[in-house]
């Protein structure tokens, strides 16, 4: 079946320590996003990538880092200087045209 | 970033009534998304509308571009227990190269 895969559903990180989200579609589309979801909230963009080898930064970007070097996958490393990191976090592609956005299941990251 | 005006932020209504939200800008928009989103999962997309003035529907779902290419408006017609969820809406403006969001409307539909 064809879609965007985010592993693992639930993770834990402890205060200081990097943790990596995973984000792979099988779509062949060559944009792909992270969004961040806090309570309540709606969806803010931390980074996105268009193509290969290539990223921006969204809103929010900071404490946050990403790779794109294959088309398929987009992880996102959460690292310790994202102060505030419990949220539920969203992966997104999509092709160029026309651009509408595909999301996964999300992975919810919580604190020890 | 710039955020849409979505609204209402929540509605409770009954089994078998219809629903309304919408989504307003102060930019003009050439895509217009709607998602559905259950707790703990992705959103889910139920309607894209890409021309001003475009309605479209999906089931029991109608959404339209609104001419002024600056809203969009959701419609649910006969609200079942499995609507309930949020809505949200998504746009993208002429310019850009990247979806915004609103906020996001709570359903809650009472059987």
């Known amino acids: 079946d064809g879609g965007i895969t985010q592993s693992p559903k639930y993770l834990f990180r402890k205060e200081g320590q990097n943790v990596t989200l995973s984000c792979e579609q099988n779509?062949?589309?060559?944009?792909m996003y992270w969004y961040r979801q806090d309570p309540g909230q709606g969806l803010r963009l931390i980074y996105y990538s268009q193509i290969v080898n290539d990223f921006q930064k969204g809103d929010i970007a900071e404490g946050y880092s990403v790779s794109r070097e294959k088309k398929e996958s987009f992880p996102l490393t959460v690292t310790s200087a994202q102060k505030n990191p419990t949220a539920f976090y969203l992966c997104a592609s999509s092709s160029s045209q026309p651009e509408t956005q595909y999301f996964g299941p999300g992975t919810r990251l919580l604190v020890l | 970033g710039q955020q849409l005006n979505q609204s209402p932020q929540s509605m409770f209504i009954q089994e078998g009534e219809d629903v309304s939200m919408n989504c307003t800008s102060s930019s003009i928009f050439n895509t217009w998304l709607w998602y559905k989103q259950d707790p703990g999962e992705g959103p889910v997309l139920l309607i894209a509308l890409y021309k001003a003035g475009e309605l479209t529907s999906n089931g029991r779902l109608t959404a339209q571009f609104g001419i002024t290419r600056k809203d969009s408006f959701l419609n649910i017609s006969a609200s079942i227990p499995s609507d309930v969820g949020i809505y949200f809406c998504?746009?993208?403006?002429?310019?850009?190269?990247?979806?915004?969001f609103g906020e996001g409307t709570q359903l809650t539909v009472n059987p």
């Open positions: 998504a746009g993208r403006e002429t310019s850009g190269s990247r979806l915004t």
């Open positions: 779509l062949n589309h060559d944009a």
